[in-house]
């Protein structure tokens, strides 16, 4: 009786409050979850029914050279998207982290790409970087280099499509690292500033240290975000030159919607799920050793 | 000291200025070649000078691609979408927000936690079930896929809501008590109304989500009259690879409502998502 009086709201209450998500986790999340998870042991093509055929779509991908360069193409994505973009927006923090005039123009101005499609990204790069036309390699030439084929060459074109991904979400985490750097105590590096720090010291040794929260925050922020690359991809190369831009997110679509083998596309669809989920794992288990406090 | 300072200003705006330049760039040049002909983009002396600026067609790659192409059409369909999205979120998370913020409740931590888990997942895992899922409604061709998933569960939102709640001052919540306002009552009337800033930030966020939007509306509309922006952006793409001027005219009509909307709420959507950044 007691108990009751001090619970200011219904049993059930809540749980009208939470119907709609509720239901939506369930229809949108957990059941496609578990349903994915089983049709991966399936053959099934969407029109027919799904046929249990225990591990060998699991078998066919790991035997695959194919599904080797997937995997390969989405560790080297997520590499080189993660590192460039905590590098790039950290430097971009670092510069417009002060008071000047105008200071706000600038953060917009980097903050712009974020906010655009990134199938109007991949439209202006894939102009950008034409072969003939294309801006950059018109410049090139001009300098008496002989210009690559960018988004052609197998060797190119994942990086290309890396870059223009660090390009556009470069802005995102520079907001994330300024919003650390503005929250830093200033005693401390004033301090290190009395004590005769040089700015390269203070940088290493104070506000590196001092912004790792911020930075684990960006770092597992940038590692669920690596993955998002599909409408880049689909608009600069359709996963091509010969698989060199087939990512697991994009391997999924691939086949389940143009080669229609869906039981094949939920097994490759559970791999991701276990990349993002043991990536996830690591970094939580590492945030012990280098994140200073919080 | 003063010129040193001089020195190094100087230096900043400089560095400033190039990155700015790298980041706006592409912008600038798209905008500048969708007012060219198509003889003029392809020029081996590549300009940001427009050949049909201030001239009297000066809009006609416009007027071509959204009366030929269809693109006013497009626009209001991601407007539908995109606002019953952001829409919904707004509802249905402030809600949930609520709830996890000020009740007490069984299994609060589990449903929490799933709704967060969830935020990692990418769409590409549940998107073959959810596709059958939406064939058995049958709902394929229709708005309501693009609509209703993104309507139902929102982790970002929810989290926001319940963050921004839960340091809502308690005498607001006494009061509410002490008047004798029911649950619903409490929520609508004392705490729904104080949530301008979370609520504008989610409402931008769910919009631009829903506005840039592409294998959803790939899978899902085949209809010509019922694609999204996006969507016939990507079509147009690959039909019309040549015509450039006309793509680029399109890209930049596809991104106007967004610019529109980033120039007007620029505070809200930086301080959001440094916001986000500060919870760590």
């Known amino acids: ?294 | 000291m003063r010129k040193n300072n001089r020195i190094q200003t100087t230096g900043v705006y400089a560095l400033l200025i190039l990155v700015a330049l790298v980041s706006i760039f592409p912008f600038l040049w798209m905008v500048s070649s969708s007012f060219k002909s198509d003889s003029n983009v392809f020029s081996a002396t590549p300009s940001l000078f427009s050949d049909m600026l201030f001239r009297k067609d000066m809009f006609r790659n416009y007027q071509v691609v959204l009366k030929e192409f269809q693109f006013s059409r497009y626009i209001l369909n991601s407007l539908f979408v995109s606002l019953s999205c952001a829409i919904g979120q707004v509802l249905v998370c402030s809600l949930a927000g609520f709830a996890f913020a000020k009740m007490k409740f069984r299994g609060k931590n589990f449903v929490f936690s799933f709704l967060l888990m969830t935020m990692m997942i990418p769409v590409q895992v549940t998107i073959i079930p959810e596709y059958f899922l939406m064939m058995s409604f049958g709902w394929i061709d229709s708005f309501l896929p693009l609509i209703v998933p993104s309507f139902l569960a929102g982790a970002f939102g929810t989290f926001m809501y319940k963050e921004f709640f839960e340091v809502v001052p308690q005498p607001l919540f006494d009061a509410g008590i002490i008047d004798g306002v029911g649950a619903f009552g409490m929520f609508s009337r004392i705490y729904f109304p104080l949530t301008a800033s979370p609520t504008v930030t989610l409402f931008i966020i769910a919009f631009m989500n829903a506005w840039n939007g592409l294998l959803r509306p790939m899978l899902y509309i085949s209809t010509d009259k019922l694609q999204t922006v996006t969507l016939a952006l990507t079509a147009f793409q690959s039909q019309y690879d040549t015509q450039w001027n006309l793509l680029l005219a399109g890209s930049v009509i596809s991104i106007l409502p967004l610019l529109i909307l980033f120039v007007f709420c620029q505070r809200y959507i930086i301080e959001s998502a440094m916001g986000s950044g500060v919870k760590g």
């Open chain 1, 1 to 294: 009786m007691r108990r009751r009086k001090l619970c200011w709201h219904g049993p059930l209450t809540p749980w009208l409050f939470l119907l709609p998500t509720v239901i939506g986790l369930l229809v949108f999340r957990a059941i496609p979850v578990g349903a994915a998870f089983y049709l991966g042991f399936t053959r099934w093509s969407l029109l027919n029914n799904p046929v249990f055929i225990g591990l060998r779509n699991y078998k066919e991908a790991f035997a695959s050279a194919t599904f080797f360069k997937v995997v390969t193409n989405t560790v080297v994505f997520s590499l080189i998207y993660v590192v460039g973009v905590m590098v790039v927006s950290l430097a971009f923090a670092l510069l417009i982290n002060r008071k000047l005039k105008g200071i706000n123009f600038f953060r917009a101005a980097l903050y712009l790409p974020v906010i655009t499609s990134a199938v109007a990204v991949g439209i202006v790069w894939n102009w950008i970087l034409g072969p003939q036309y294309g801006i950059l390699n018109i410049i090139l030439t001009k300098l008496g280099i002989t210009p690559p084929y960018w988004l052609g060459d197998p060797r190119l074109a994942l990086l290309s499509v890396s870059v223009v991904q660090v390009w556009k979400m470069a802005g995102y985490y520079m907001i994330l690292f300024l919003a650390g750097l503005q929250n830093m105590p200033h005693e401390v590096l004033e301090a290190a500033t009395v004590d005769g720090a040089k700015p390269f010291q203070k940088f290493f040794h104070v506000t590196l240290p001092l912004l790792s929260p911020t930075t684990f925050f960006v770092l597992t922020v940038a590692i669920i975000d690596s993955f998002h690359n599909f409408e880049l991809i689909y608009t600069m190369t359709k996963g091509g030159p010969q698989n060199a831009t087939d990512t697991l997110v994009y391997d999924v679509y691939l086949n389940g919607f143009v080669n229609y083998r869906n039981g094949y596309a939920s097994a490759v669809a559970f791999v991701l799920l276990i990349f993002v989920g043991v990536l996830t794992l690591m970094n939580f288990y590492i945030k012990k050793k280098w994140v200073t406090q919080g």
